[in-house]
């Protein structure tokens, strides 16, 4: 399975941008998906994430009311629409995939994710 994200770039604060992750060698029918993002020096931070069947979704605290993560089944890809973007936002923002349908407190850890993406950079300036 390979994970292309796309989407990224370089905003100025409160504006917004569409991150985008289409997976190819693989239908997801089911599963969860997620989004994390990762700054120099820090450890990989999760963001959100969405089970494929019902759409069940997790979102940090910090991002909750600004971002919102949706999929595509017919087009085997999800996106994460971010609005009111911070300059604490700035990151390299990582897709990433697992068959499993995990359940909420799981949906977090980025080890329960077999495929990523290869990431793709957001900034924001201030």
């Known amino acids: 399975v390979q994970l292309q994200a796309s989407g990224g770039g370089l905003v100025q604060a409160g504006a917004y941008l569409r991150l985008s992750c289409a997976a190819a060698?693989?239908?997801?029918?089911?599963?969860?998906a997620g989004w994390f993002r990762q700054t120099p020096g820090q450890e990989r931070e999760f963001v959100t994430a969405?089970?494929?069947?019902?759409?069940?979704?997790n979102y940090h605290n910090s991002v909750k009311g600004r971002f919102t993560i949706s999929r595509d089944i017919a087009k085997n890809t999800m996106h994460l629409q971010m609005n009111s973007l911070k300059p604490e936002d700035t990151a390299v923002y990582y897709c990433?995939?697992?068959?499993?349908?995990?359940?909420?407190?799981?949906?977090?850890?980025?080890?329960?994710?077999?495929?990523w993406g290869q990431g793709t950079q957001v900034t924001v300036s201030s």
């Open positions: 969405i089970r494929w069947a019902d759409k069940a979704t």
């Open positions: 990433a995939v697992t068959t499993r349908n995990l359940i909420s407190s799981s949906r977090s850890s980025s080890s329960q994710y077999e495929y």
């Open positions: 060698g693989r239908t997801f029918s089911s599963g969860t």
